[in-house]
């Protein structure tokens, strides 16, 4: 595949270097751009020697007038990383003032980006629209990590890291690409119903949707997939051993049964904390006064989990109304999970019932990785991804 890596002017533009060496590495050829302003941080030469070619960087040079056209001719795929707020307004406003901003234009192939730029700049409207505007027309986003900018301060604006940037690629060219092939993923998901009495239960508002997307994702991606769930009106997605479970008891003994083949455990689902701690044999009949239910806690199956889980990957879920971060990160810990992903529920278009979510996928080694909105099956895909990282950094520092 001929990829043009276009680089734009900000402090990530050094990691570009080695994004390029690992195209190459990958079997590609590049053909690195740089912009002016990126010239202020990398120097061109450094890309001329990893990649073997001339680097392009202004559209006045004597041999340069129709280049722009040619290169954007021939070669697949155009990535920019890092991508400045100002390239992602230059493409998504269609102007064309650089070599790199007119070559987006005559180009026809799949584009990808990868922003990285201060917190304020990142969550500006004037960004998200142009975001927004450049999702429209099909292009990929590489999500920028949350942690410390060079400026000093903490959010999301981070560029990726270059494997997410590398699966991006790789998915952008092959959609159908098998990369979890030889694992077994065990997935729980959907609610719990822990009974009152026969007719009555306590339950959540899970639909099941995120915990069945993951598994079809992962069945899409080559993966073994256990999924355990609960009541849900779902059908469950072909190829995928399901077992279905009602009380979070059961699912505790579906999980615990089924553990052993599993490479990998996404504990998705959204399973009681409490329950009727003697539910009725018979109907408890109305009697015109108040009844009381008296709650036990419920075993968390997830740190239980995290007490024998050996060598698994071990993913948790956290369902958050405030403060998603710190509890996210307090989950991690003390259910000894390699990853927790946070979503924020209570809101429209994320957490339960909604075909939509937005996550903060939250590392064992402090990286965090924010997802704006997008439907479940997008969102399953890059927490897979980012399994895939996980499993590759393997070893998985615990
Ligand atoms: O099913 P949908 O409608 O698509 O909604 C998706 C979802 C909101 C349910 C899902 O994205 C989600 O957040 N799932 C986890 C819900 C939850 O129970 O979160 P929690 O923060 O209470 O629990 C943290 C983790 O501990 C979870 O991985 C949970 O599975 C696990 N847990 C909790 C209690 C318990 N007794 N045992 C557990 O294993």
Not at 204 to 233: C, E, F, H, T, W
Not at 234 to 256: F, K, Q
Not at 302 to 317: N, Q, T
Not at 359 to 373: A, H, K, S
Request: proline share 5%; hydrophobic share 45%.
């Amino acid at each position: 595949m001929r990829i043009i890596l276009g680089v734009t002017g900000g402090i990530a533009a050094y990691k570009a270097a080695d994004l390029a060496r690992l195209l190459i590495r990958d079997g590609h050829e590049v053909q690195a751009v740089l912009t002016p302003s990126a010239e202020e941080f990398v120097r061109p030469v450094t890309f001329a020697a990893l990649t073997g070619r001339k680097v392009l960087t202004s559209l006045f040079e004597p041999s340069a007038a129709i280049e722009h056209i040619d290169v954007a001719q021939s070669n697949d795929l155009l990535l920019v990383a890092p991508a400045t707020a100002d390239i992602l307004a230059e493409f998504a406003h269609g102007l064309a003032g650089g070599f790199l901003s007119t070559l987006y234009l005559a180009f026809r192939g799949p584009v990808i980006l990868a922003p990285a730029m201060n917190t304020n700049m990142w969550e500006h409207e004037a960004t998200r629209t142009n975001l927004e505007t450049l999702r429209k027309r099909g292009h990929v986003i590489v999500e920028p990590a949350v942690g410390m900018l060079a400026c000093g301060t903490f959010g999301a604006g981070r560029l990726a890291e270059n494997d997410a940037i590398l699966e991006a690629v790789r998915r952008t060219i092959d959609p159908a690409v098998r990369d979890l092939e030889g694992e077994t993923i065990l997935i729980t998901a959907g609610p719990t119903q822990e009974p009152i009495d026969p007719v009555r239960f306590i339950s959540n508002r899970s639909s099941g949707k995120m915990g069945y997307a993951l598994a079809q994702a992962a069945l899409d991606r080559g993966a073994k997939v256990i999924l355990v769930s609960g009541p849900v009106s779902l059908d469950p997605p072909r190829g995928a051993e399901t077992i279905h479970v009602r009380t979070a008891s059961e699912m505790r003994g579906a999980v615990l049964s089924h553990l052993k083949p599993a490479t990998v455990v996404v504990k998705c689902a959204a399973v009681a904390d409490f329950r009727p701690a003697a539910p009725a044999k018979q109907k408890i009949k109305k009697q015109g006064k108040p009844v009381s239910l008296e709650l036990e806690p419920v075993g968390d199956i997830l740190a239980e989990l995290g007490r024998i889980r050996g060598d698994r990957l071990l993913v948790g879920f956290a369902a958050e109304t405030n403060d998603v971060l710190e509890y996210a990160q307090w989950k991690l810990n003390e259910k000894n999970c390699d990853m927790v992903v946070a979503n924020r529920v209570g809101v429209e278009g994320s957490g339960f019932e909604s075909d939509t979510n937005e996550i903060l996928m939250v590392m064992r080694g402090g990286e965090v990785v924010e997802v704006p909105r997008a439907p479940k099956r997008e969102i399953a895909d890059r927490i897979l991804g980012q399994i895939i990282r996980l499993r590759q950094t393997a070893g998985v520092a615990r």
